[in-house]
Every structure is written in structure tokens, then in C-alpha cells.
């Protein structure tokens, strides 16, 4: 019986596209490559939580939670090892796709804009992470498409934490926040839809295709 997964309602609206069919045609014929490029995300997403924990120490709700994110994002990196493990997938570092060199280069340099502009960075990686695991997990063999499955509801808790951060931490009204997720947004949604001849697990759309 085929795995049904929903991207959750409150990803799904909160994203400007969705996933290329064609990334997903491809992630399904590259495997290991999909697999490895998602143990190395995880790694960055444990360093990216520490590194909130260095730039902002006394800002305690925010220092307290990015701790548990980046214990949560390494669980997951082991759990993606264990799989590559017994599916005889060598680990090794990969380099940063264009998706989130891009989003990040285009964070502002001076607070407080610094710290808005990494939270809302943070909440869309997280968002689209949790999109792509909901559309690819049908396609996987049943064990690989459970454990995506299985990251869902971490991904989007991840996701809100993000934006509610977002919120109370920086010190900008709501249509200003508003204004710059927007950016951001289009930004990332362009990365997602434009031809990329890199395939990656946050990779835009085949260019072959």
C-alpha cells in the first residue's frame, strides 16, 4: 500500500511555490546523493542553532531553545547516518548548494536587522525542508518514506519556533517584518523554481529538465 503524506496547511500556505515535480522525478533516481546532502543539512542546521547561541547568549528563551534544536538536528544527522550506513553510502562533506549561500548572503550585516533576517531564514529553510520530506516520502521505498515522514512534524515545530522568534526577539513592527519576509520569500522561491544544474536536497529546478 502506498504512503500517503500532506504537506502540512500551514507550510503549504506559507511557501510562495511548491517543490518542481522534476526535482522530485530526480531526488527519487539519486538516493545516495539526496541522502547525503540531507546528513550534511543537518549538520548545518545544528550549527546554525549554535551559532545563535554565540551571537545572541543573553537573549535567554532564544538560547535555550536554539540548544534543543541543535541536540534535535543531531539525532536527525545520526538517524540520516544510520540509513546511509545500511545502504553502504559512504559520508562526506558536501559543498553548500546555491539555496541557502544565496538567502544567507542577502542577510543584513547590522542589527536588528541581522537577527530578523536569520529567523526568517531559519523558518523558510525549515519550511521548505519539511515540504520536500512530505512530497518525496510517497515516492521512497516504504522504510526510507516512513522516516521522512517521520521528520514532519519536527520540521514544521522547527518552522514556527523560527517565526515566533521572529517576533518577540527583534524590535520591528509587524508590517516591517512582514515587508522583508516577503523579500525573502521571493528570493528563495526564485532558487526553488530557476533551472539548477546542481542537484541538491534544497536545489532548485533540473536544469536537464
Keep these: 500500500m502506498a504512503l500517503t503524506v500532506q504537506v502540512p496547511e500551514n507550510i503549504a500556505s506559507f511557501l510562495e511555490v511548491q517543490t518542481p515535480e522534476a526535482w522530485l522525478d530526480l531526488a527519487t533516481q539519486r538516493l ?7 546528513a550534511n543539512c543537518e549538520l548545518k542546521a545544528a550549527s546554525t542553532a549554535l551559532g545563535f547561541l554565540y551571537r545572541y547568549p ?9 540548544s534543543r534544536l541543535a541536540r534535535e538536528e543531531l539525532r536527525h544527522f545520526e538517524q540520516v547516518r544510520s540509513i ?5 553510502i559512504e559520508f562526506e562533506r558536501m559543498t553548500a548548494s546555491r539555496y541557502a549561500g544565496q538567502l544567507r548572503d542577502v542577510a543584513r550585516k547590522d542589527e536588528p536587522g541581522k537577527l530578523l533576517d536569520l529567523l526568517l531564514i531559519g523558518a523558510i529553510i525549515e519550511a ?14 516504504m522504510k526510507l518514506g516512513k522516516f521522512y515522514a517521520g521528520l514532519l512534524a519536527s520540521e514544521a515545530r522547527h518552522f514556527e519556533h523560527y517565526i515566533a522568534f521572529a517576533r518577540t526577539e527583534c ?4 508590517s516591517e517584518l512582514e515587508n522583508r519576509l516577503q523579500e525573502l520569500k521571493a528570493i528563495e522561491a526564485a532558487l526553488i523554481s530557476e533551472p539548477d544544474a546542481e542537484f541538491r536536497f534544497h536545489s532548485g529546478c533540473p536544469s536537464e529538465a
Aim: proline share 8%; with cysteine.
Design 58 to 66: 543573553n537573549r535567554t528563551a532564544l538560547a535555550q531553545r536554539m
Design 128 to 141: 521548505r525542508s519539511c515540504e520536500r520530506f512530505a512530497k518525496i516520502a510517497p515516492r521512497l521505498p
Design 84 to 88: 546511509m550506513d545500511d545502504m553502504g
Design 171 to 174: 524590535d520591528m513592527d509587524e
Design 32 to 38: 545516495p546523493e539526496m541522502l547525503l546532502d540531507h
